[in-house]
């Protein structure tokens, strides 16, 4: 996943991060060019008061931590929760938001609508 999926320009990618590892949860906030400025801190001091966690840490149960572009920064702000990926998250939902994802299967990346979409593709192709 690279900023060259969405043309924000900032080239950040940080692919070799972990977005999963099995048996905690992985929550990783964009920080990069067109999320930080809008509310990354504040969604971060959201999570860090709710696992009571600091920023880029991590116990037993939680990995917390900000990372680079996740390659969807028209839907500022986002946020990975074990590979899946939230977008337009606001600091006030955030963490209903992240309790929910933390129930999913982990992901890859991808983000829901993107793989909606490409189910619906392979649907159309299988059934052509
Ligand atoms: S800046 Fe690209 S997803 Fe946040």
């Known amino acids: 996943m690279s900023c060259e999926n969405c043309h924000c320009g900032c080239q ?9 590892i099995p048996g905690k949860d992985v929550i990783q906030v964009c920080e990069s060019r067109t999320c930080g400025p809008r509310y990354s801190r504040a969604i971060m001091a959201e999570l ?6 600091a920023a880029n840490s991590e116990n037993e149960k939680a990995r917390l931590e900000f990372r ?4 969807y920064c028209s839907q500022a702000n986002n946020i990975a929760v074990n590979g899946n990926v939230l977008s337009n998250v606001l600091p006030a939902e955030a963490v209903a938001r992240v309790d929910s994802a933390r129930l999913l299967p982990p992901s890859d990346g991808t983000a829901p609508e993107i793989q909606k979409e490409i189910s619906r593709i392979l649907e159309e192709d299988f059934l052509a």
């Not at 680079?68 to 390659?71: H, S, T, V």
Request: with cysteine; glycine share 16%.
């Open 12 to 20: 950040h990618t940080d692919e070799s991060r972990p977005m999963v």
């Open 48 to 53: 860090e008061k709710h696992f009571g966690l």
């Open 68 to 71: 680079g572009c996740l390659g």
